[in-house]
């Protein structure tokens, strides 16, 4: 069996998720955890999935079509997936307030497979993101930009994002009271 991340668009309707589940059983997918990211254009779903060594990215595609779902990302997944990600995002939030992990690491950590570049002018534009970046103001002073071509940034994963940061400019004002 391997293990996969993968993200699909379901119309946010009655019966839709479950249609897109079905297609995966009947490909014997065990789905081992899933998290529902609320967008304009539906329900994101980010499935971690156990399956056959036979199928292919192509083979898990097309049951994604099949269960209704669109703007399919598959990519492969290693056992970290299986944390789950409440305790993930705590632990990231732990390594940057006691040093262990600078801001841009637990940021490319929590974001999984994304650039991260910093600049020093803050006047290129107020924080936000597009599906394919993050604009964030260092809490050290600056700008960190975030890029990832996919799959697509979605609200949540700003959110959570943003929640670093801050949390990172917290933690820096306590450093430096102390």
């Known amino acids: 069996m391997t293990l996969w991340r993968i993200r699909a668009t379901v119309d946010d309707r009655p019966g839709f998720l479950s249609v897109l589940t079905a297609s995966l059983a009947l490909r014997k997918v ?58 993930r995002v705590l632990a990231l939030a732990g390594k940057v307030l006691d040093g262990s992990a600078t801001l841009e690491e637990a940021l490319a950590s929590l974001l999984g497979d994304c650039d991260i570049s910093w600049r ?3 006047s290129t534009g107020a924080e936000g993101y597009t599906a394919t970046g993050m604009q964030l103001q260092d809490p ?23 929640a670093l940061v801050a949390l990172a400019h917290v933690a820096g004002k306590r450093n430096t009271a102390a």
């Open 120 to 122: 020093a002018d803050t």
């Open 140 to 162: 050290a002073g600056g700008t960190l930009y975030v890029r990832r071509l996919a799959p697509a940034f979605t609200p949540a994963e700003y959110a959570r994002a943003h």
């Open 30 to 87: 065990n789905i081992l955890s899933v998290q529902v990211h609320t967008t304009e254009s539906g329900a994101v779903d980010d499935f971690l999935v156990e399956a056959p060594d036979e199928l292919t990215v192509a083979d898990l595609a097309e049951a994604v079509r099949r269960g209704r779902g669109r703007d399919a990302w598959i990519a492969q997944a290693d056992v970290r997936g299986l944390i789950d990600e409440p305790t």
